[in-house]
């Protein structure tokens, strides 16, 4: 059965667009937010345009927000209507995004990308290596399958020892230390609590081996700054590729910019492009659910308000 | 039984030894050339030296050499011996490095790695894209499991249309560019022979979509550089990343070197490192092989001169 359904609003054409695609794809019948009775919101920038919008609406049953954290939005919650989210859409995009920088971390990438003379030989194969990677998420869960044909020794360390499909062995953050001189390459990808700022400072820098890499597509406040910029020019570890930083944006002038052995992408993981196309058939799917009555991806629990 | 190996030129101390002592794992006597039925070559940098070293042999029937691509050799290639040469044994390590320079595109890591300030997202995601491969050797026997997991649409195009394992299609090379305009990824991973000299060139180049990447780990003289240096220029392609260049070494002020969308690495697909490690044992193999009369490795078709 085909219901109604609208995209809103129309400040970002591209995305606008691709949720009008997905709306079709799903069998839905778009139309204006004033016969919809489902919701796909259509930019990410402009929660504050929700009330305007929501004004125009009479039938409205089901919101379909873009985010995989709706803290944006979490003030405009309510029990009036079922509300959807981007949980999980995104995390095949950043674990790609983790396996570039591994590997481009072992090849030495980011030192060849900068130079612009034939130089020597650097480079060491990631087959086998020992990945160790905190957090026990969708990014993981996204991530192991990527490495799994290079046969690398995997430890997930999580705050509890519940095995993780794809890992070799499963540990819970308390033995972190344990772990970290047996590490060729430490994957940050947990989430950001007062447990987890700063776990990654001087101490656990000093046991990871000197070939070792860091990952961080996490937070920034998973790492103590001045501790990984000390540990790069010590050469106490190999190199760091960042996805994030702390403070950010990096700004300009500061050592990591310049620390020859890390790479600084400006949180990139996902992006926007990347985004869409990961988010429109995740949305289409979520419409056809929404036309033949199936329960729906990624719902927000508004009590909770996640 | 026991034959009797040689292992020359003694130019590479390290090679030598690790060359010498696969002739032993092997199951052969440790010859000199005079006596040797069997030569391992134990210095690619000096294809020059073989007539003199050569001329001292009176019972050789077997030259290993230890090239992948052996045209500084194919000129010494003759039937009076049975060559085999080292064809597939770095595959595994140059595998690594085409995803590596597969994913840094895809995620502009060579952009972010100039940076030395916070800038905008860039970035596409991998998965699902549509990888075309011209060249059905190792290389690409062991770079289309790295791919699987992306669920790349992956086309092998190499001389005859025979199936290639984990390929969704297989097409000869006489229909190259139906593939080039449906084609995100360009990796090229074939032997440099007459036929393939210059391969890539204008028309190949602007027949591929603007958003595609090109990427070389075979030998730089499969692209004709001066139509690359335009394409990029033009954006007629998004990028190259070019473990192989022609000339090589890529001389200092070569306009490539200032390409914003292209990503040099000297040659490092394998390290003499990872080179070593991976050639002993293959030559010990064959060395068996050769003293109990079995199939060698890896043979040279002195014909078709690779």
Request: hydrophobic share 45%; charged share 15%.
């Amino acid at each position: 059965m085909s219901r109604p359904v609208a995209v809103a609003p129309d400040t970002r054409p591209n995305m606008h667009e691709a949720m009008a695609r997905a709306v079709t794809t799903g069998g839905a019948t778009l139309v204006d937010t004033a016969d919809a009775e489902g919701l796909i919101w259509a930019d990410p920038g402009r929660p504050e345009a929700f009330p305007e919008v929501i004004a125009t609406t009479t039938r409205l049953e089901w919101i379909q927000l873009p985010y995989a954290g709706i803290e944006p939005f979490a003030h405009h919650l309510n029990d009036r209507w079922t509300w959807t989210c981007g949980k999980g859409v995104y995390a095949p995009a950043v674990a790609e995004t983790v396996l570039a920088m591994i590997l481009s971390g072992q090849k030495h990438l980011h030192g060849y990308a900068r130079a612009s003379s034939w130089s020597g030989p650097v480079g060491r194969v990631l087959a086998n290596s020992r990945v160790t990677v905190l957090g026990g998420g969708g990014i993981t869960a996204h991530l192991l399958p990527l490495l799994a044909p290079f046969e690398c020794d995997v430890t997930v360390i999580r705050r509890s020892d519940e095995p993780f499909l794809g890992a070799d062995r499963t540990i819970p953050v308390t033995r972190l230390h344990e772990v970290l001189p047996l590490t060729d390459v430490l994957v940050l990808a947990l989430a950001l609590t007062d447990e987890t700022v700063g776990i990654i400072s001087a101490a656990e820098l000093t046991a990871l081996p000197e070939h070792a890499w860091l990952v961080n597509v996490a937070r920034g406040g998973h790492v103590v700054t001045d501790d990984l910029v000390a540990a790069l020019a010590a050469g106490s570890i190999a190199g760091a590729a960042l996805d994030v930083t702390n403070p950010e944006p990096l700004p300009d002038g500061h050592p990591l910019w310049s620390a020859a052995n890390c790479l600084i992408t400006p949180h990139i993981a996902n992006t926007p492009e990347m985004g869409l196309e990961l988010l429109e058939p995740f949305v289409a799917e979520n419409v056809r659910r929404f036309c033949v009555g199936e329960q729906l991806l990624a719902p927000v629990n508004v009590a909770l308000g996640y």
